[in-house]
């Protein structure tokens, strides 16, 4: 992870801060940083999201293509998840990327582990022979603190913004197997992302935890905890990062504060989606000039 | 493990004849084990750990539980480092070919390399909070773990194992780790279950492997997944697996303790 040098003094005043609930650039301990979310912003992809969090900036492109279904679940699809961590700092090409950029794919493939996290028997076209393969690459274009956070909100995002074109499998007398696709480039599927959960990052600081850390906070945190919540409130994945060690009463502190958290940010970032969707073509794209 | 040249290696897809006869051997397993009486929840498998028994490494343990996971773990005191900052813990899990219940995957594939490199940063996250680095500056500690055979819950052994070879090479830590996994079947109401054993871990729709530190009760890693519930659930898989891990603790700390007395007695001898 991209790190910052802070000097003993600014680690104090963050972690004094924190105990009183006041964070450097004002916030509470269980507040977001001001995010924009933006859909359809690459159009050779079935589906893309950018996610602007304070300093952050993810860009996600999703992919729908054909192949064929896992031997073990012969009629479901499949994501598969690819981060892309190196046009970021110079301490980030080559190796770190590399290693940085597995370990939140393996993330987010635990977070995805859960069955009815997305509806993959909607993705099956033939069993045992094509479905739908999602293929959802990750761009980390700048990190700013709290990055997992951020590329689940995007995927989602992205998910939502998901069309994948309809097709019909013809049979001939042979058995030969073709593949229509409809003549309407409006009609398709869209994927349901009412399961899709979100990871809320909640890093221990002192004897209090905060909600979005930004990079000066991480490095005054010595363990952090990630969990993935649904809109429901269900909590699908834990893992706990860092050098440091947890008590297990922080721990169910956690939490806690992780499902409240992760339940409103669903909220709002359902009502942003459905704003978005009902502005339809006449929405003004920003895209990356804004 | 290098791969061997002189097999043929066969082509490059291939699948078990047992996937295609899976519907009717599924079968005969579910009602097995319906109709075996269920697991206690709270029951430990018994857990077999020696310390001190390989002669070449500086550190090592074996590790075994009742399921039948044997993991075999080795540690090398510190060395020194060229980068300057604290000391650094490098961990290595591998797994042997013949350690999965199924067919033999090949050893250099790359889906198995991934999940052995997600193993090893799993291991270092629960070691790194156990062991005091601030004591070896610009040193490198290395711990390698080789799974022998999965019975179910081999993070969590390895955790154990690894824990023991560093304690084993006279590395200064703060406690022992200890590991122990969790699951949870696919039963709407179902509990926890403590240790699962690899069929149990396989059907489970929820898993949770963590790692604590007894004596501190400071909880060293956390790492789970699966169809979710409110955190209430999570949290008395959470306190079920601690009290499994506090219960582990006396076999470990015995089995540091003769594995002391045997290296005074061959000293003195």
């Given at each position: 992870m991209a790190s910052v040098v802070l000097s003993e003094a600014e680690k104090l005043y963050i972690v004094h801060g924190v105990q009183e609930d006041l964070r450097v650039d004002g916030r509470g301990c269980e507040d977001y940083r001001c995010a924009e979310v933006e859909t359809d912003v690459v159009s050779n992809t079935s589906g893309s999201a950018r996610v602007k969090l304070g300093e952050t900036d993810i860009l996600v492109g999703i992919k729908a293509e054909m192949?064929?279904?896992?031997?073990?679940?012969?009629?479901?699809?499949?994501?598969?998840?690819?981060?892309?961590c190196s046009s970021n700092s110079p301490e980030l090409e080559g190796r770190g990327g590399e290693e940085l950029g597995t370990d939140i794919a393996n993330t987010l493939y635990r977070v995805f582990s859960c069955e009815n996290s997305v509806d993959l028997k909607s993705l099956c076209i033939n069993p045992k022979e094509h479905c739908w393969v999602l293929y959802v690459d990750v761009l980390l274009l700048e990190c700013g603190g709290n990055i997992f956070d951020a590329i689940s909100i995007a995927v989602k995002a992205a998910l939502f913004n998901t069309r994948i074109p309809k097709v019909r499998v013809l049979e001939d007398e042979e058995g030969t197997k073709e593949i229509e696709l409809s003549d309407d480039p409006y009609d398709c599927i869209r994927v349901n992302v009412d399961e899709v959960p979100c990871i809320?990052?909640?890093?221990?600081?002192?004897?209090?935890?905060?909600?979005?850390?930004?990079?000066?906070?991480?490095?005054?945190?010595?363990?952090?905890?990630?969990?993935?919540?649904?809109?429901?409130?269900?909590?699908?994945?834990?893992?706990?990062?860092?050098?440091?060690?947890?008590?297990?009463?922080s721990i169910f502190e956690m939490m806690e504060t992780g499902q409240r958290v992760g339940k409103s940010l669903h909220i709002a970032l359902q009502k942003i989606l459905d704003e978005e969707e009902n502005l339809g073509t006449s929405r003004p794209k920003v895209g990356f000039l804004g | 493990?290098?791969?061997?040249?002189?097999?043929?290696?066969?082509?490059?897809?291939?699948?078990?004849?047992?996937?295609?006869?899976?519907?009717?051997?599924?079968?005969?397993?579910?009602?097995?084990?319906?109709?075996?009486?269920?697991?206690?929840?709270?029951a430990l498998r018994p857990l077999f750990a020696r310390a001190g028994l390989l002669s070449q490494a500086q550190g090592s343990a074996y590790v075994e539980l009742g399921s039948g996971t044997k993991v075999l773990c080795a540690a090398w005191g510190p060395r020194e480092a060229a980068e300057p900052g604290p000391g650094r813990l490098l961990c290595e899990f591998r797994r042997a070919p013949f350690a999965g219940r199924g067919a033999r995957g090949r050893p250099g594939a790359a889906a198995e390399r991934e999940a052995e490199?997600?193993?090893?940063?799993?291991?270092?996250?629960?070691?790194?909070?156990?062991?005091?680095?601030?004591?070896?500056?610009?040193?490198?500690?290395?711990?390698?773990?080789?799974?022998?055979?999965?019975?179910?819950?081999?993070?969590?052994?390895?955790?154990?194992?690894?824990?023991?070879?560093?304690?084993?090479?006279?590395?200064?830590?703060?406690?022992?780790?200890?590991?122990?996994?969790?699951?949870?079947?696919?039963?709407?109401?179902?509990?926890?279950?403590?240790?699962?054993?690899?069929?149990?871990?396989?059907?489970?729709?929820?898993?949770?492997?963590?790692?604590?530190?007894?004596?501190?009760?400071?909880?060293?890693?956390?790492?789970?997944?699966?169809?979710?519930?409110?955190?209430?659930?999570?949290?008395?898989?959470?306190?079920?697996?601690?009290?499994?891990?506090?219960?582990?603790?006396?076999?470990?700390?015995?089995?540091?303790?003769?594995?002391?007395?045997?290296?005074?007695?061959?000293?003195?001898?």
């Open positions: 192949g064929t279904p896992k031997l073990e679940k012969p009629d479901e699809g499949y994501l598969e998840f690819f981060v892309d809320v990052t909640l890093s221990k600081i002192g004897y209090r935890h905060v909600v979005d850390a930004t990079l000066q906070e991480e490095a005054c945190s010595l363990a952090s905890l990630l969990i993935s919540v649904t809109s429901k409130g269900a909590i699908t994945s834990m893992k706990k990062v860092g050098k440091g060690s947890l008590d297990p009463e | 493990m290098p791969l061997d040249h002189r097999r043929l290696r066969g082509p490059e897809e291939s699948q078990p004849p047992a996937l295609w006869a899976a519907t009717a051997a599924e079968d005969e397993e579910d009602e097995e084990g319906a109709g075996a009486a269920p697991r206690d929840p709270c490199r997600e193993a090893a940063a799993a291991l270092r996250e629960a070691l790194e909070p156990a062991v005091r680095l601030g004591r070896y500056p610009r040193a490198r500690l290395a711990v390698s773990a080789l799974l022998l055979q999965d019975g179910g819950s081999a993070l969590a052994a390895a955790v154990s194992a690894a824990a023991l070879a560093l304690a084993d090479a006279g590395v200064e830590m703060y406690d022992l780790a200890v590991g122990c996994a969790l699951c949870r079947p696919p039963a709407p109401a179902a509990s926890w279950m403590l240790q699962p054993a690899e069929p149990e871990e396989r059907r489970a729709a929820a898993r949770l492997t963590l790692a604590l530190l007894p004596a501190l009760n400071q909880v060293s890693a956390v790492l789970g997944g699966g169809r979710g519930g409110p955190p209430e659930d999570w949290a008395q898989a959470l306190r079920l697996g601690l009290d499994g891990c506090h219960r582990q603790y006396p076999v470990l700390r015995q089995s540091l303790l003769r594995a002391a007395q045997r290296r005074d007695a061959a000293a003195a001898a």
